[in-house]
């Protein structure tokens, strides 16, 4: 039988606090270490340390507002426990080690899944608290996230829970991923629940369908935020199936409420896009990106938008922004290159192409590629700023040499088979084999009047 000392501010982390707050951050950061999976005596250890503490933390309170705390009593947290060989045996003394200092009566125990998640709407309905990933790990570290009896009870009261309350930031979301296994079991959860609210819930954690926060941050908010939030993600949805006619009532409704949102601003722009309304567009564009600067998605629609209305110098400089930013990629590309040329910048465009080569190799980008198709038309532009022509040049000489070669072959394999199919069997004396020169001959006459039909 060992002996040792057990401290249990010590097995938390902490030193000795009457702030339970501080108690369960420390908990929480404990669970990384002592998992109940892989190291479940020593989760049994924290366990027991984090309820004496949180005990503790009652008697602290009730003794600091009566009188003055003996500095000696701080350190009573100390006890000399005798630890048997036996696992078993050592939890029992742990467990009687905190129960004998419990000072209050037990409440009515309730299901421990009610208890969860009432605090999980609790928070929810609490929304400075709500986007705090901080406040969603403690909640997590409670001990109905690690019971394995409770495992298939979890997920699906989660998915209920997450029917009706659905707007968090992606942080949170991680969180969630991270306690519940979301991504790992996506096809198990297609096959048992509804597609559309697991497409949903997915989008959210991987952030294709990310809409942000920050905008509340810190703000005073005097409407109803929940409202707000779903008129937000249901204006996504249905310029997501396109349907802007829908979307922009929900839009208006939004923004009525509250007009700081960049998100909000960067999908009435989209809308109006789709309406044809591109005044109304530009100018939520640019309220986005006074609100938010950097912006990139934006930043890259007003681009589009002013090429699209012909102002080439503006698109040029949107670009040229966006490449400050560190945003440069074959749309930006795209839109920069085709406004030079517009502008007669020839010479321009080339150098961005040769600037840019390790990114447009990347992908075929449709848009992209078409405009170096345009710019490498000796016919519409000189080729003299072309840092490639030679070599392009060549090797389509080469390929159309290696075509009317195969053009030729197809035209004549036939004539020359049966000429030396007959030659040979017949044994034709070498006068006739003036009708080979005369095949060949035909052959080139209908290749050469092909490559000219392509050639004009």
């Not at 000392?5 to 097995?11: E, I």
């Not at 009457?18 to 049994?44: T, W």
């Not at 100018?283 to 930043?299: G, T």
């Not at 710019?375 to 392009?392: D, G, I, K, S, V």
């Amino acid at each position: 039988m060992a002996k040792r000392v057990m401290t249990y501010w010590n097995l938390l982390g902490i030193d000795p606090t009457a702030d339970e707050s501080v108690i369960k951050k420390a908990y929480a950061s404990q669970l990384q270490v002592y998992h109940p999976e892989e190291d479940p005596e020593g989760y049994q250890r924290l366990r027991e340390a984090y309820e004496w503490a949180k005990k503790q933390a009652k008697v602290l309170q009730a003794e600091e507002t009566s009188c003055d705390l003996d500095e000696d009593e701080w350190h009573s947290d100390t006890y000399d426990i005798d630890i048997p060989d036996d696992p078993d045996d050592e939890i029992s003394v742990l467990q009687s080690s905190w129960q004998a200092g419990d000072f209050e009566s037990s409440p009515l125990k309730r299901h421990p899944a009610q208890v969860f998640f009432e605090q999980m709407e609790e928070l929810y309905n609490d929304f400075p608290r709500r986007m705090d990933p901080e406040q969603w790990k403690i909640l997590m570290a409670s001990d109905y996230m690690w019971g394995i009896d409770h495992q298939s009870e979890r997920l699906s009261g989660l998915l209920r829970f997450l029917e009706k309350h659905r707007h968090f930031p992606r942080k949170v979301w991680d969180v969630l991923n991270q306690s519940f296994y979301l991504l790992e079991q996506k096809e198990e959860l297609f096959e048992l629940y509804d597609e559309e609210e697991i497409a949903f819930i997915i989008g959210q954690i991987q952030g294709t369908a990310e809409l942000g926060y920050a905008c509340f941050e810190d703000r005073q908010l005097d409407f109803d935020i929940e409202h707000y939030l779903t008129l937000r993600q249901d204006a996504q949805t249905l310029l997501m199936v396109d349907n802007p006619v829908a979307a922009r009532d929900d839009l208006a409704e939004a923004h009525a409420m509250f007009q700081d949102d960049p998100d909000l601003q960067l999908l009435q722009a989209k809308c109006y896009l789709r309406l044809g309304q591109n005044s109304e567009a530009k100018f939520c564009l640019q309220q986005v990106l006074k609100l938010k600067p950097d912006e990139h998605e934006a930043r890259l629609l007003l681009a589009h938008l002013s090429y699209k209305e012909q102002r080439y110098d503006e698109a040029i400089e949107e670009c040229k922004l966006l490449e400050e930013q560190g945003v440069l990629n074959q749309d930006v590309m795209s839109i920069y290159g085709n406004s030079a040329i517009e502008l007669g910048r020839i010479e321009q465009a080339w150098k961005l192409y040769n600037e840019t080569e390790p990114i447009w190799q990347e992908f075929y980008h449709f848009q992209f590629n078409l405009m170096l198709l345009r710019m490498r038309n000796r016919h519409l532009f000189p080729q003299e700023h072309n840092p490639r022509h030679a070599e392009y040049k060549k090797r389509v000489r080469k390929s159309q040499m290696w075509n009317y070669g195969m053009l030729m072959f197809r035209l004549s394999w036939l004539y020359l088979f049966l000429f030396v199919l007959v030659y040979f069997i017949f044994r034709l004396p070498p006068v006739f084999l003036i009708v080979l020169p005369i095949i060949l001959c035909g052959s080139a006459w209908k290749t050469l009047r092909t490559a000219r039909m392509f050639i004009t």
